[in-house]
C-alpha cells in the first residue's frame, strides 16, 4: 500500500509570493491534517479536512488556508510569504477523524522563504 | 487547549542499554497517546501508540506505558541499536480534537 506522497519535496519562494502544497493521503483514508515543523517550535497543527470539510483549526493566520477534493488529496495554500514561514509542511492521513486513530505522515515539504 | 511536555531534549545511551522518554498531559480528557520516530530528512513515522482504556503496551523491543491519574505516559526502548537514533515525539490527542506534540527527544546510540 502506498505512504502519504506529497510534492513538491523542495521548494524555494521569495517573500511576498505565495505556494501552493500537495498532499495525497493513503488509499482509503478520507481524513488529511496538516502540520508545520520549524525548530523553534515544533510540530504545530495547521488544519485537519475530512469529506472535503475543515474539521479543525490551529492557531495560524488567514493567509494558511486548505481545501479537500472529492478524492480526499488535499492541498494547502500560503499567500504573502513572510521569512518566518520558511518550515518543513508535513501531512498526515488518518481513516477518519471522530475516532483515536493512528495518523500517518508523509516526507514532508521544505518550505525555504528568501 | 492540551499540552504536551517532553523530557528529556537530548538523550545519549551506549548501544545495548535502554532508553526511556517521559511525557507529560494536561487535559485529562485527552485519549489517545501515539509515539513517533523522525529521521533525518523524513517524516515522523508512527512506531507505538497507545488508549487510555490500557496501562502498557509492548512491542519486541519498545514499550509505552500509561498513568492516568498522573497524566503522564513514557516510552520505553530496551536493547537499543544504532538505527534507533532519531527524534522521537510524543503526542496526546482527544476524541475529535487535533494531535498535540511534545517538543521532541534526540536519543543518540553510542556504538
Known amino acids: 500500500k502506498a505512504g502519504v506522497t506529497q510534492t513538491p519535496r523542495y521548494l524555494i519562494k521569495t517573500r511576498g509570493q505565495q505556494v501552493t502544497l500537495s498532499c495525497s493521503p493513503i488509499s482509503g483514508h478520507r481524513s488529511v491534517s496538516w502540520y508545520q515543523q520549524t525548530p523553534g517550535q515544533g510540530l504545530q497543527f495547521l488544519f485537519e479536512?475530512?469529506?472535503?470539510?475543515?474539521?479543525n483549526k490551529g492557531n495560524f493566520p488567514g493567509r494558511f488556508s486548505g481545501r479537500q477534493f472529492s478524492n480526499s488529496r488535499s492541498e494547502m495554500n500560503v499567500s504573502t510569504l513572510e521569512l518566518g514561514d520558511s518550515a518543513l509542511y508535513l501531512c498526515a492521513s488518518s481513516l477518519v477523524v471522530a475516532a483515536d486513530n493512528e495518523q500517518f505522515f508523509g516526507p514532508g515539504t521544505r518550505l525555504t522563504v528568501l | 487547549g492540551e499540552n504536551v511536555e517532553q523530557h528529556p531534549s537530548t538523550l545519549s545511551v551506549q548501544e545495548g542499554d535502554s532508553a526511556v522518554i517521559k511525557c507529560t498531559y494536561s487535559d485529562s480528557a485527552s485519549n489517545y497517546f501515539p509515539w513517533y520516530k523522525q529521521e533525518l530528512g523524513k517524516g515522523p513515522q508512527l512506531i507505538i501508540d497507545?488508549?487510555?482504556?490500557?496501562g502498557e503496551k509492548k512491542d519486541q523491543r519498545i514499550a509505552v506505558t500509561l498513568n492516568k491519574t498522573a497524566k503522564h505516559f513514557s516510552l520505553h526502548i530496551t536493547e537499543t541499536q544504532p538505527e534507533d537514533s532519531a527524534v522521537y515525539f510524543c503526542a496526546a490527542k482527544m476524541t475529535n480534537e487535533k494531535l498535540t506534540f511534545g517538543t521532541g527527544t534526540r536519543l543518540t546510540i553510542i556504538p
Open positions: 497507545i488508549r487510555s482504556n490500557v
Open positions: 479536512y475530512f469529506s472535503e470539510t475543515q474539521r
